[in-house]
């Protein structure tokens, strides 16, 4: 069955440090790969997302390049901000309907 | 962009009673909606998902008699916690794919369901 693996955390950077987020999945066919977001005691956002290989989805700095050939799907960020502490979830769906989760990571950034 | 909305966001209750939660799509029509369920520092568990017109479809290990699902509109599905425990205490996250829109899902905000 499909699954995602994420680099575990928690991760502490500190403020305009360079983030990476590793994101590395198994799945039959081709699947639809995303990032979603969760500040505290709050759902999911959508973060960005990327639907066939060599796409890039972009959002608010981050950035995640779909790579069939070593299927990962790495969220980066150039510079990270305080307000980016938050659980980060890389996701994938195949059936257009239900996501498989990793186990998401936790990032915290200090002032 | 698509809201869902949870109701309510916070709910205590006894054990041995019963819980409902709703999960709304605000402005677009969801014909299927879907059920998580958190554990603290956890990632999500796909719970059950929310067909509307038919019965739920459960995933292996969820009690259906447990955790009843009803989508009552293409806007409206709930979830009942029946009999409730400590155990039961969690984070229960609905999320839905607008209609004709294969890859997109939005979440709702999550009701935390604590059981004393």
């Known amino acids: 069955g499909d699954s995602v693996t994420q680099m575990e955390g928690p991760v502490t950077l500190s403020e305009e440090a360079f983030l990476t987020i590793n994101c590395t999945y198994t799945a039959t066919g081709y699947p639809s790969l995303f990032w979603y977001v969760q500040y505290p005691g709050e759902g999911l956002q959508l973060l960005l997302k990327a639907t066939k290989a060599d796409d890039k989805g972009s959002n608010k700095g981050f950035e995640a390049t779909y790579r069939k050939e070593t299927t990962s799907f790495h969220l980066e960020k150039g510079s990270v901000q305080v307000s980016d502490s938050a659980v980060y979830f890389c996701?994938?769906?195949?059936?257009?309907?239900?996501?498989?989760f990793g186990s998401g990571t936790q990032l915290t950034v200090l002032p | 962009g698509a809201v869902v909305s949870q109701h309510p966001s916070r709910v205590i209750c006894k054990s041995g009673t019963s819980v409902k939660i709703e999960c709304r799509s605000l402005?677009?029509?969801?014909?299927?909606m879907f059920w998580y369920r958190q554990f603290p520092k956890q990632s999500l568990m796909l719970m059950a998902t929310?067909?509307?017109?038919?019965?739920?479809?459960?995933e292996q290990g969820v009690e259906k008699d447990k955790f009843l699902i009803n989508h009552a509109s293409l806007t409206l599905s709930t979830l009942t916690v029946t009999s409730a425990h400590p155990e039961d205490s969690s984070f229960y996250i609905c999320?839905?794919?607008?209609?004709?829109?294969?890859?997109?899902?939005?979440f709702g905000p999550g009701t935390r369901l604590t059981v004393t």
């Open positions: 999320s839905a794919p607008p209609a004709g829109n294969s890859y997109e899902q939005y």
């Open positions: 929310s067909n509307e017109g038919s019965k739920a479809t459960y």
């Open positions: 996701a994938l769906t195949e059936t257009a309907r239900q996501l498989t």
């Open positions: 402005d677009f029509q969801a014909t299927t």
